[in-house]
């Protein structure tokens, strides 16, 4: 199969790193909709264009919260065959060992990618509208940072998601946005509208990461519905991306 994945421009002066994320031509990545084995064998066909081995992956299962996860090669494995094995309710990895592959699936909600070149460490975070509001970009740099990570070090990516003319919230959600991203948001015939991608680069910026180390996909997931799942459009059909991360072993 040739290449079928989003690759960030950002992270291709770095040798040692493997990144990626999935189009729907590897089909859906999350476990739960459709035969088990047939989302293994959906990964294992991403994974091999990565180079990666799946008993290398780890994968959580996602609450849609701001819960992140520090890794090794203890876990390897976890999540990446059998759902029943994951690390629960966690929206975020992070590993500073290398040969350890982490991954989130993602269908509107943003992709992150964080990575230190300095001291070798990897990070994938799931923010959604909740994980946003929950501050899990914050989170996830604080975490680095409690690695020995600093912020200005950082590199990181944010993939394909919705677009803000597509996230059309209700007055409940866009008052927390109002809240904590007004500049993320605006108003237009009653119906509220917000710019995740906006936010989470606020967030990052607001961190310390700087804007040169920032990529940021101008993809809308809506938008581009034929190349990338949708769960706003397509509910529980949707086929949903895999965004994965690790460093190569030695």
């Known amino acids: 199969m040739e290449e079928h994945f989003f690759k960030f421009a950002i992270f291709s ?30 990964r294992a066909q991403f994974l091999g264009q990565l180079n990666i081995n799946i008993s290398d992956l780890v994968v959580p299962v996602l609450a849609h919260g701001a819960q992140i996860a520090i890794v090794g090669q203890h876990d390897k494995g976890k999540g990446a065959t ?50 946003i509001i929950a501050q899990i ?6 975490k680095f940072k409690t690695l020995g990570s600093v912020p200005q070090n950082l590199v990181v990516g944010v ?16 008052d927390l946005f109002l809240n904590q991203y007004p500049s993320s948001t605006f108003v237009r015939n009653n119906d509220g509208y917000v710019d995740l991608k906006k936010a989470v680069l606020t967030d990052l910026k607001n961190m310390g990461v700087l804007s040169s180390n920032i990529e940021i996909s101008n993809i809308c ?5 034929g190349i990338y799942g949708s769960y706003r459009k397509e509910n529980d059909a949707v086929k949903a991306s895999a965004a994965v991360i690790g460093i190569k072993n030695k």
Not at 164 to 170: L, N
Not at 221 to 225: F, G, I, P, R
Request: net charge neutral; hydrophobic share 40%.
């Open 13 to 42: 002066a770095f040798s040692e790193l493997t990144c990626g994320i999935s189009n729907r031509n590897f089909g859906d990545m999350r476990f739960g909709y459709q035969k088990q084995a047939d989302i293994v064998k959906n």
């Open 82 to 131: 059998d759902h029943k094995t994951a690390i629960t309710a966690t929206d975020g990895l992070i590993t500073c060992e290398s040969g350890v592959y982490l991954m989130v699936t993602v269908a509107d909600c943003l992709p992150v990618l964080i990575y230190d070149p300095i001291l070798k460490i990897t990070g994938v975070i799931h923010a959604g509208w909740r994980g």
């Open 137 to 142: 970009v914050p989170k996830a740099i604080n």
């Open 159 to 174: 993939g394909p998601g919705i677009c803000q003319k597509h996230f059309i919230v209700k007055k409940d959600v866009l």
């Open 221 to 225: 997931t809506v938008c581009e519905n």
